[in-house]
């Protein structure tokens, strides 16, 4: 474990280092789902800080067995209204926000809990129907939206682009989420950052952090292959 997370975050400095940008601006997301507590501590020995999960209830039971241990979660699965209050209790990022009416029911627990949720907005570039995501077209609009909900803080973007065995087949998406970004941010929407760009996978994570790449969520290159 110790062996594959350094040989990870020595990619990720290397490629970092060769498009000339730092690389304490790319956030290594250990995607841990699947995987049972005892890996994510030794995960978290190994010098993991940040976990990725996509089922509530597998990342509830983790979340409180590991709560003694200084990490940061995130929820990048899809994500159902009826389950918002779940999330905003456990997770401090979330990377799959698509629709009003989920940002609207996270907003609304989060002013329960007295939380200010940092989300990113999720977004379908190749308009997939068996994807989720906001679509390019509404994607502005959504932002300003959600813009106004108080308790919600939108920090950037997220794509999983299609899938595609050569990264390169993949990077369009990339420059394009990273285009929408900027593009947002020129509006400097009031309380939306738009720093963040979560994309790349074990797959692809080089190619992502090429195209500006801030959060790559990987799994498979940390814990091996899923069951
Ligand atoms: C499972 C998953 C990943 C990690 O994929 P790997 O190919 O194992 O690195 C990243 N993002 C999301 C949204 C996932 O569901």
Known sequence: MKERLESVKDRIRQVADKCGRNPETVRLVAVSKTMSADKVREAID????????NYIQEAREKIEALSSYPVSWHFIGHLQ???AKYVVKLFDLIHSVDTLKLARELNKQAGKINKIQEILIQVNIGEEASKSGASVKE???LTEDISQLENLAVRGLMIIPPFYNEPEKVRPFFSTLRELRDEIRKEAIPNVAMDELSMGMTGDFETAIEEGATLVRIGTAIFGERK
């Open 139 to 141: 994607l502005k609009k």
């Open 46 to 53: 190994g010098g993991a800080a940040i976990f990725g999960e």
């Open 81 to 83: 209204t009826n389950k």
